[in-house]
């Protein structure tokens, strides 16, 4: 149990179609991230955000984008589904941005575009 | 580009020794993390290293040569629960934490 909560855990939309899904950190914990895993893939880094300001972001286009707010929670959002975007979406945070700070996972939120 | 490689998937009998390996090539690097993850659960953290050698912790070692790139994860006393995909990742310089690359997995498998 890690204490990170994500919704949806299964989630199909249709093409074009745009989703929110949702994160709950652990208390205290001032950063989050954003991974895509593709099915036998390893996590790719979306973007992570620090106290409500994105402060790192991966390979993605601007149609994803997050928010964080002061409560621990966070949103993904995707915009304008493409079928690539089926995967699985983790969610992580930590207490602070330290190299050597631990990643807490969520479950994730399994996404099918059709 | 960033690039890593582990095996994709490896067979152990139940009692036995596995050694993981995972070779990096990034434009920077700040320590490398293990992660198991099980079918369809959340990753969880096993191990870090950022200095050379190697890191016990219980059944688990984590081992990291920084000149050759390459780290390897070993599991002793292999249990049928070990079961699950291991995720070598590295931290570049100057990201945090969070902006972690991860190779595609090993899945292992471990049978009776």
Not at chain 1, 44 to 66: H, K, L
Not at chain 1, 87 to 102: I, P
Not at chain 2, 92 to 103: D, E, M, P, R, V
Request: with cysteine; proline share 4%; glycine share 12%.
């Amino acid at each position: 149990e890690t204490g990170v909560t994500q919704s949806p855990t299964h989630l199909i939309k249709t093409r074009g179609q745009q989703v929110t899904l949702r994160c709950s950190s652990q208390s205290g914990h001032n950063t989050v991230s954003w991974y895509q895993q593709a099915l036998g893939q390893g996590p790719q880094f979306i973007f992570q955000y620090y106290r409500e300001e994105e402060n790192g972001r991966g390979n993605f286009p601007p149609r994803f984008s997050g928010l964080q707010f002061p409560n621990y929670s966070s949103e993904l959002n995707v915009n304008a589904l493409e079928l690539d975007d089926s995967a699985l979406y983790l969610c992580a945070s930590s207490l602070d941005q330290g190299k050597s700070e631990k990643l807490f996972f969520g479950s994730g939120t399994q996404l099918s575009v059709l | 580009g960033q690039n890593i490689d582990q095996p994709t998937e490896m067979t152990a009998t139940e009692g036995a020794i596995v050694q993981i390996n995972c070779t990096y090539q990034t434009s920077g690097f700040n320590g490398l993390f293990w992660y198991q993850q099980h079918a369809g659960e959340a990753p969880t953290f096993l191990s870090y290293n950022v200095l050379d050698g190697l890191e016990e912790k219980g059944r688990f070692s984590s081992f990291l040569s920084r000149s050759k790139g390459y780290s390897y994860l070993l599991l002793k006393e292999l249990q049928m629960k070990d079961s699950a995909s291991y995720l070598c990742a590295v931290i570049l310089g100057g990201g945090s934490q969070g902006n972690l690359i991860f190779g595609k997995g090993t899945k292992l498998s471990v049978k009776p």
